[in-house]
Nanobody
């Protein structure tokens, strides 16, 4: 059974950093584009970033460009999201998922499945 597990969330002050991890069990990640999404209370789940299977190509939402960096370690079967210069508006539950259809670097939610359970990120002073 394909399963993704996110970790690394927490409470951080504005301007701080966190690194999220997305680990896979039951399958190997190295053949899949993996996406990071987030969902704030009362809002739709939105695409944040994705990374190609090789790790060579990435895509970011405009709201996080220059602050977030996605990477992967296929030997560890894990994808990471380094988040710097965090803002209160980054507060959300963060999810990772596997791209199954659509454009190679899609950030569209319907193109992804096998969602993890999410990890809470709260940016507050």
């Amino acid at each position: 059974q394909l399963q993704l597990v996110e970790s690394g969330g927490g409470l951080v002050q504005p301007g701080g950093s966190l690194r999220l991890s997305c680990a896979a069990s039951g399958f190997t990640l190295n053949t899949y584009t993996i996406g990071w999404f987030r969902q704030a209370p009362g809002k739709d789940r939105e695409g944040v970033s994705c990374i190609s299977s090789s790790g060579v190509s990435t895509n970011y939402a405009d709201s996080v460009k220059g602050r977030f960096t996605v990477s992967r370690d296929n030997a560890k079967n894990t994808v990471y999201l380094q988040m710097n210069s965090l803002k209160p508006e980054d507060t959300a539950i963060y999810y990772c998922a596997v791209r199954r259809r659509g454009l190679r670097l899609s950030l569209s939610r319907p193109d992804f499945d096998s969602w993890g359970q999410g990890t809470q990120v709260t940016v507050s002073s």
